[in-house]
């Protein structure tokens, strides 16, 4: 693996493979998920969190985490992308740890953080900031939060508050997606009384975006695991299907679309280990373009592993379709790579016609 | 309009209706197991009225219709939202082939129930290991008391659970390798020797099946040709697949297309400039697969044939898979969401189109088939690379 | 070739294929062009006029003409794109042809008609009702027209009036352009004095419509000519050049790729004569689909040839080159196919955003 | 900003102006021929002032930089807007190899006058039969007297009419095949033998040459490694290609975008939806290009080989070639025409890019690599296919 990771982040690489591939089990863990009609496996993160001390990998020592920085969820999230393990470590372990951990006051971080890292609550955030309607949609995770975050403004500064799953007013609608493998709801507190919201701390605009480019790196890692997974699993079965008498993955049309694949994958790892270290300066417009670039490349590999399969590939019982469904869902999560572009060329330009 | 034309326009007005209203637009690929029951009987409804191979020779039943007619024919039953053609594989396959290639007592035997909508036929070309390389075929007919008897197995067998024929290549020949040895069988699907199970696909739906032969029969009587002709059989049934009968699929699409165009200008989809240039392409796709098509037909009833035949399947394909990918960014943001827990008419489309550029030869084998036969390039090599497995 | 051409057709087609081929001669042909300074070779539009008939294919044959329809321009046009012969039977073949026989009164219309079939004149035609400026930017073979045909807007009828090239005033300045085979050049008549315009004729603006139509498909069936010979040098070279031991047109890459040239060809050539043959209700966008498409194909299918013909395909003794170059010029004639698209998208959605 | 970059920034701005100003951003590829003599003179001037080999060992008169200070060397060298670098294939390819292989007496002899930016370098590989295929190389190079005498072609070499050298690889052994019995061989360009000429490209410039050898010679001390090492060192060579040098290239890249972006402001097309989605992609690919170069050339200072150098050359040739095509996109009417009968930086950059997926190994081999050693897929067999002519 090399640059730029040291030797922690190889350690949780491994031990996270380990574990993640087992419960993966060629496919049958995802479908246990879908099968029982949850939306994820209440044990395997508790073994995430407590055996492994995965839920906190980016909490403070201080509060029982590991102390990690973005770059150890990256780790944490291109193996969870491997196995399609949608445990809400996207939403627990990523913008609540880090909104808690960066406003939140004593009592409350220390109360939060330390459950955060045990595995005992999870919790989610909505960017209430952003509109005027008190609700969220299509919110990942939703349907197994203990409380929820939700951020509001108030005369320019913005005010996070949080919200116990169970307050009266509180709706939480989870819908089926295209992807049977991660749950999505609308969240709506439009009902809620106004004294049931726990004032948190409150930040700055700026503040915001940085939680959201930490989203989209995590978002991006997870699609560079995904897209690893459907690589490996097109060069082993192709090098074993034999058909006029070779393993196909002995044609030149197989290999060079196995190339295209290295080379997508490769380039979006690049975007998202540079975006996971890029100084302040640079981490909007590196997050952007991890996401933007990663998202799209999940999507044509799952793609092209499907077809790269043959017949098999678009069997219900072989895993690949959910590869490939989670990669369409990814490719629309906070919003679509032509919109991500759309921004990025408004900032090359500076201007928005 | 042509006269058979007019009349099938106004017989599909007539009789297309009622309890059928339900199949309307329905059953067409990604969606063949709606309605089984329901389809089944709208075919004999259309054989009854002598709809069923319009386009065979008058001795046999048919209208010997004209390329002209039998386009407008099938344009008539898409734009009046007819249903998938549960018979369209005996009806366009194996009749042409039987016609072509059968005893007479072939003939007698199997082209009315056809013809009737009430015998439906599967193929069973396919095999787990030979996909899309058709000699390797692994199925074995052994011929004992003047009875064929077939062990092995086919896959990817569509519309099989709706059928009562199944035809087969099968090696006759102990021994014989790639092309030789082969042999084309009749086999009635409804015997203690097959097990049919379905394979159901990502998009959740099963139109695919695996066919399992475990000492099934066929009499001596219901092979087409002699054995080792198999090849040269199987291989005419799929020239048969360059018919009109692209035409009504073109027609499905068509429907699909404006579908997306509806909903792009209902959820203002249609204001994004990216959005319309793909929609513009896609048009301008649509239209291209039909002007080529017409160019094959038109050629073919001149007597000629054209090479750009080869590029039908892997066109459409490739065409529809976008058209797939373009419905769900036309969806936005309800793209991902399944109503009722259910994928949608478009969801699917996305989903199904995926197995399009695989199943009846992947793109990778139809642009095999376009370098050496349509451009005269070297044959692919058999064998090298290293077998890691068998 | 078959459907949907006559025998007439497939004559001239041999004809015309040695006659062009001959000239061509691996190149030879163009490269005289270019390197003479001249837009084109004079000796060759008349033999290619009188001693072929062709100039006046399209022409009735009561003016000695061919008689023949827009099929039969369809064929010259994809043999002069395969000889990279650009003699100006486009224009003065095409649209200048369709106006005068269409709206000229009949001693014009003898006179010029006559003329053009024995090659003796030749004209362009400027759309100069589509503009408020009188004056008409790269316009194709302006620099060796005898006369020019000008449309102008006069009370809701379009008049079309015709200048003697050396009219005073009249000013056509010829540029170089990225394609060393093609003249393009400025005209501009806003200094002419009135009375120098001669009317031929008027017609409506639907009329207009359906010369446009015609010369699209002229330029498409030009592309889909010179494609074709990008495939055929290409599988020429590829089945002669050994690499590894092998002719590399055994590797499957280039197997695939020119399979993919090939799609591209045949479904342009479709657009071609489906829109040759279009009913009047369909022929503007039969037209308008056929251009976009086959520009576009022409474009895509002679940069692949470049590619699969390694270092001499880039080189600038080797005539691929001119192709490639001839495809970029013809991909933004009559406005890029993106504004194609987007006039279809305005028609199928009934709207203009 | 490092203790030497900041040096080199002052240097640069003290020193590159006046009569090289018009040097400024040109001779970059598709560009080599612009004013061949002022470049070398700019070349002795950076070598003067100790700026050539600034990543050497110290023992041989480099200073040892880190991968940090050649990265921002190169980045100040392309910030102002400094020249394509004549003396690159000397400094960056032949003097590691000379450094990793060479004599003692080559070193004294030949790393000199490459630190001055005095003697100039080119590189001897393809072959008209050879192209892409190194080990198929037929130039034939025998020991007679002590004395090299080279005999056979080379093409493609960028920069021979500046050069002073040519490094060689060559077949010694008489009846050798492939990988075997090669030569590594150090000649001077300026010799009765060799005849060099350029090879026009369809840009109108010359950036590559033939070079023919009859009866050439070197002596036997200008060998590098022993008979039947010529490959060995040849793909070492090769090797150090994934340098830093990517870095400065990729500040070229930069430089045309910023152009591009530049007009797009300037003649509208910035307003164009499709042309932004285009410049965003390509934004993003020039970032991640360099995330990707900065990855491969971080790994390996920590001594780790990692896979993702195979991407490198594939990547940013197609890249290229893309810019090039955008470019003349938004360039718009104007695109076709030539003011003053000549190409435009713009459109040069459309026409050289095209080769730039063809010389150095082109995209099919690229992926070949890629397949093969990054990926362990099997090997392309050797021969098959009916080769209908040698």
């Keep these: ?353 | 309009m042509s006269d058979l034309r007019n009349k099938f326009s106004k017989w599909m007005e007539n009789n297309f209706c009622g309890e059928y209203e339900c199949l309307r637009g329905r059953a067409t690929p990604g969606d063949e197991d709606a309605f089984p029951g329901l389809r089944l009987k709208w075919e004999r409804e259309m054989g009854a009225a002598g709809w069923i191979g319009i386009g065979w020779p008058t001795e046999f039943g048919g209208k010997g219709a004209t390329l002209d007619e039998i386009v407008g024919f099938n344009e008539e039953y898409a734009s009046h939202g007819g249903p998938g053609r549960a018979g369209h594989i005996g009806e366009t396959l194996l009749a042409p082939t039987i016609i072509a290639f059968g005893t007479d007592q072939q003939k007698a035997r199997y082209l009315p129930g056809i013809k009737a909508g009430k015998e439906f036929w599967c193929q069973g070309y396919s095999e787990p290991n030979a996909g899309s390389d058709l000699s390797n075929i692994k199925t074995k007919a052994s011929l004992e008391n003047n009875q064929w008897v077939i062990n092995g197995q086919k896959i990817w067998t569509s519309l099989a659970m709706d059928s009562d024929y199944i035809f087969v290549v099968a090696r006759a020949a102990e021994g014989s390798k790639g092309r030789q040895g082969l042999v084309f069988l009749l086999v009635k699907l409804d015997q203690p020797g097959i097990e049919i199970r379905p394979i159901k696909q990502m998009s959740g739906t099963a139109e695919f099946n695996e066919v399992f032969f475990d000492g099934a029969v066929c009499s001596n009587e219901d092979i087409i040709g002699g054995v080792g002709d198999g090849w040269k059989i199987a291989m005419a049934l799929l020239g048969f697949e360059r018919g009109a009968s692209t035409l009504g699929q073109q027609m499905t699409f068509a429907d699909e297309f404006r579908q997306i165009v509806d909903l792009a200008k209902a959820n203002g989809s249609a204001k994004n400039p990216l959005i319309r240039q793909r929609i513009a392409k896609s048009y301008a796709g649509l239209k291209i697969m039909r002007f080529t098509a017409l160019r094959t037909l038109e050629a073919a009833e001149k007597g000629d044939t054209t090479k750009e035949g080869y590029i039908s399947k892997i066109f459409w394909s490739s065409w529809h898979r976008e058209l797939g990918e373009l419905a769900m960014d036309v969806m936005g943001k309800e793209a991902e969401i399944l109503k009722n827990g259910e994928y949608n008419k478009l969801q699917k489309l996305f989903l199904f189109s995926r197995s399009d550029t695989i199943y009846g030869g992947t793109n990778q084998i139809q642009r095999n088939i376009i370098a050496e036969r349509a451009l005269g390039m070297p044959k692919e090599p058999r064998g090298g690379g290293t077998v890691m497995k068998g």
């Excluded at chain 1, 609308?186 to 009902?191: A, L, T």
């Excluded at chain 1, 995590?218 to 034999?242: F, H, I, N, P």
């Design chain 1, 1 to 353: 693996m090399a640059y730029p990771f040291s030797s922690d982040h190889e350690m949780i690489r491994e031990v996270l493979s380990d574990f993640l591939q087992n419960w993966y089990e060629n496919g049958k863990g995802p479908e246990r998920i879908y099968q029982s009609g949850k939306s994820f496996d209440e044990n395997i993160w508790s073994r995430f969190a407590e055996d492994l001390g995965m839920a906190g990998v980016a909490i403070s020592e201080d509060f029982g985490g590991g102390g990690l920085d973005d770059l150890g969820r990256v780790v944490v999230m291109e193996e969870l992308g491997a196995s399609l393990c949608a445990i809400p470590f996207l939403t627990t372990g990523g913008e609540v740890v880090d909104i808690i951990s960066k406003i939140a006051k004593n009592q409350f971080k220390e109360e939060y953080l330390q459950k955060i890292a045990k595995g005992k609550i999870k919790g989610i955030f909505c960017p209430g900031h952003l509109s005027e309607e008190k609700k969220c949609i299509n919110s990942a995770n939703a349907d197994t939060a203990d409380f929820i975050l939700i951020s509001r403004l108030k005369n320019k500064i913005i005010e996070v508050v949080c919200l116990k799953v169970g307050t009266p007013g509180l709706e939480i609608n989870s819908k089926k997606t295209i992807d049977p493998t991660r749950s999505f709801s609308d969240v709506d507190w439009s009902q809620v009384s106004d004294r049931d919201f726990l004032p948190i701390g409150t930040a700055e605009i700026n503040f915001f975006t940085d939680i959201i480019s930490q989203s989209q790196i995590s978002l991006a890692a997870e699609c560079v695991g995904g897209a690893q997974k459907c690589l490996d699993m097109t060069l082993e079965y192709t090098s074993q299907r034999v058909q006029f008498g070779r393993p196909i993955a002995s044609f030149q049309a197989i290999k060079h679309r196995c190339a295209d694949m290295f080379i997508l994958i490769e380039t979006a790892r690049s975007a998202v280990y540079a975006a996971a270290v890029a100084t302040k300066d640079k981490k909007t417009e590196s997050s952007l373009i991890a996401k933007a670039y990663a998202t799209e490349a999940f999507f044509k590999v799952a793609g092209d592993a499907i077809q790269l399969h043959g017949g098999i590939g678009f069997t219900w019982e072989y895993p690949l379709h959910l590869f490939f469904k989670r990669s369409r869902a990814n490719r629309s999560m906070f919003g679509m790579p032509s919109e991500d572009y759309k921004l990025l060329a408004d900032n090359i330009f500076g201007d928005k016609p």
